[in-house]
């Protein structure tokens, strides 16, 4: 366990300075806002003393700088209110005041929440972690639905951890992990669980914990790290009936694959790969190999990566792509309508005329493989300029290295469900 003390510590103080600054400057909406938590290395700041109480109290006569470890938020204005707006001027003294008193008369639980954690934020920066702590159990105990239950966790995690009550801390993390995809104390915790099961060898609980990180927003940086930690890992693991489902199934006379697909809920396609069939021949007697269920694939545009998932989430593959030009990627939900090896290219010529360009001509831009959306001229595809991989040169289809789609190909069946997000 004192590995994992020092796991917080470090990955706390590492996942602030880059996650926050790059990835989670975001904007409130009406359903959800984030307010960022304190590290485990968080220092008091004044190192006066205050006495525990509610969350409201005396307003401090002067201000103090925020700690290094505290991050910044952008807000949106329509969601800004006079205490946020101070907070983000960081003037904390005054900050605070406006916020308790914009907490007292907000009406809806939401806006009570949102300034409530404002509240506690203010006190950490302020150095005054015991009513930032008051603070953060107050919304766990009275606004059980808000997203900012993650950050509350997390930041109990933290000081849980700091005083050395790490089954506690173990636990509050754990409890994080449900707002992985709302809050960033929820994305941290999740990340940070993932590192420790990594350092202690539990890589069950490391496919669990990268699989639900995966699918919230990473740049693109953690999404190489987390294909180079989960790739061997699901080599390993995907053959684990507790984990996948999967199981062996003995062809019986008069099967065809689309018949045993069908039967025990799987794709041919993915039959196939994983008994290493370059066609359908079976024979009776023959011992498949059979993971259940449909796969999803997801695209995350702010951080060109694919990243496939077995039907009961976890992480299968991932692979980074190119997309649009101008942003012409669409956002969306698409199914897998045509597959193509060798695709043929439907250009246009320098008069505008449409032009048949067969594969292997150099102006054929589909690469290897072509898998068409049920949406006119979009699809994923490989490419013949592998350097646009990670930019976003193409007219609106998602590019793949010709090595990453054949992959693809091999599992994707028709009608398998492709989610393009922002």
């Given amino acids: 366990m004192k590995k994992f003390l020092l796991i917080l510590i470090v990955l706390g103080l590492a996942y602030a300075g ?24 968080t220092e008091p700041g004044s190192g006066q003393s205050h006495t525990p109480g509610s969350t409201v109290v005396t307003t401090p006569e002067t201000s103090e700088q925020p700690t290094e ?19 983000h001027q ?39 972690l015991e009513n930032a702590q008051n603070s953060w159990n107050l919304i766990l105990k009275d606004y059980t639905q808000s997203s900012y239950c993650g950050d509350a966790y997390y930041f109990l995690a933290q000081q849980q951890a700091k005083q050395g009550l790490l089954p506690s801390s173990m636990k509050s993390l754990e409890n994080a992990v449900a707002y992985y995809n709302k809050s960033i104390g929820g994305l941290r915790a999740t990340l940070e669980l993932a590192e420790y099961h990594l350092q202690n060898s539990h890589p069950a609980e490391v496919w669990k914990y990268y699989s639900l990180a995966s699918r919230a927003n990473l740049p693109n940086a953690t999404r190489k790290k987390i294909k180079t930690i989960l790739d061997p890992i699901v080599a390993e693991l995907k053959y684990k009936t507790e984990l996948t489902g999967y199981t062996l199934y003995t062809v019986q006379s008069g099967d065809i694959l689309i018949k045993i697909a069908k039967k025990l809920k799987t794709s041919v396609c993915m039959i196939r790969n ?21 796969l999803q694939i997801e695209v995350y545009k702010s951080s060109y990566f694919l990243v496939v998932y077995l039907q009961n ?24 309508k045509t597959k193509e090896k060798e695709p043929v290219w439907w250009g246009t010529d320098e008069q505008g005329r449409k032009i048949r360009v067969p594969y292997g001509d150099p102006r054929n831009v589909l690469g290897t493989r072509w898998m068409g959306f049920n949406h006119d001229g979009i699809g994923i595809h490989g490419t013949a300029e592998p350097d646009s991989i990670g930019k976003s040169r193409s007219n609106g289809c998602v590019r793949m290295r010709n090595e990453d789609v054949e992959k693809l190909y091999e599992i994707a069946e028709y009608g398998t469900q492709v989610t393009i997000y922002p």
């Fill in 90 to 128: 960081k003037k904390f003294p005054k900050a605070l005041e406006v916020l308790q008193n914009e907490f007292r008369n907000a009406k809806e639980p939401h806006d009570k929440a949102r300034l409530l954690a404002y509240v506690a934020k203010t006190y950490e920066y302020l150095g005054q």
């Fill in 274 to 294: 994983l008994n290493g069939k370059q066609n359908d021949q079976i024979n009776p007697k023959d011992t498949l190999k059979i993971i259940p269920g449909n």
């Fill in 313 to 336: 989430g976890l992480y299968y593959q991932s692979h980074e792509v190119g997309l649009g030009k101008s942003d012409k990627t669409p956002v969306g939900t698409f199914s897998i």
């Fill in 18 to 41: 880059y996650y926050m600054k790059q990835h989670w400057q975001k904007k409130e909406t009406s359903d959800h806002g984030v307010v960022p938590v304190a590290q485990a290395s």
């Fill in 69 to 87: 470890s505290s991050v910044e938020l952008n807000s949106d204005s329509a969601t800004m209110t006079d205490g946020i707006s101070l907070y």
